[in-house]
């Protein structure tokens, strides 16, 4: 099983900073299959980043997915009140496994 | 519009079942394979299950096998989970998500419905 670990774990920023979250595999992520979400508290989460870097429909640009193989980071480039929340990650290249989650909070 | 609801959680002692149910809309529910994942208090997310279209293939979490049966009615466009022998462990957020992207990740998720076993 692919082991996702997320960091940090708390991200204390202010509206308007860049914010840039990690993600990192056990193993290699079969054919860059990395998507991240947003979850706000009583939310369902919401689909921001598939395939590594393809933003999901609606997705304001401001959010940006990089990386491959092991590593892979979300960038937030500036922060708006509404993107204060706890982000994870999940792959599927084998199996579905998810990272533990980051929380970006207000600074 | 996508959307997911599940129901069915609740207050539930050891050893007893509960079956949760996830009604879908705003896409062809027959087209998907759907998961069924949970989140304990404190802890990160696991799949427990997931179903193929028809639900003539079904997988299961090792720590929920034999006691938790994954299906599906297309008619109703619903989703459920019997869960049997309930055990202190299984407490948690129990969502139901859609396998719409490309090798079955999930893409559209619920809002999740609570089960504890206590």
């Known amino acids: 099983e692919i082991v996702l670990t997320q960091s940090p774990g708390t991200l204390s920023l202010s509206p308007g900073e860049r914010a840039t979250l990690s993600c990192r595999a056990s193993q290699s992520v079969s054919s860059n299959h990395l998507a991240w979400f947003q979850q706000k508290p009583g939310q369902a989460p919401r689909l921001l980043i598939y395939?590594?870097?393809s933003r999901a429909s609606g997705i304001p640009d401001r959010f940006s997915g990089t990386g491959s193989g092991t590593d892979f980071t979300l960038t937030i480039s500036r922060l708006e009140p509404e993107d204060f929340a706890v982000y994870f990650c999940?792959?599927?290249?084998?199996?579905?496994?998810f990272g533990g989650g980051t929380t970006v909070e207000i600074k | 519009e996508v959307k997911l609801v599940e129901s069915g959680g609740g207050l539930v002692q050891p050893g007893g079942s509960l079956r949760l149910s996830c009604a879908a809309s705003g896409f062809i529910f027959s087209n998907y394979w759907m998961h069924w994942v949970r989140q304990a208090p404190g802890k990160g997310l696991v799949r427990v299950s997931h179903i193929n279209v028809d639900g003539s293939t079904t997988s299961y979490a090792d720590s929920v096998k034999g006691r938790f049966t994954i299906s599906r009615d297309n008619a109703e466009n619903t989703l459920y989970l019997q869960m049997n022998s309930l055990r202190a462990e299984d407490t948690a957020m129990y969502y139901c998500?859609?396998?719409?992207?490309?090798?079955?990740?999930?893409?559209?998720w619920g809002q999740g419905t609570l089960v504890t076993v206590s």
């Open positions: 395939g590594a870097s």
């Open positions: 998500a859609r396998a719409g992207l490309t090798a079955g990740g999930a893409d559209y």
């Open positions: 999940q792959q599927y290249g084998s199996s579905l496994t």
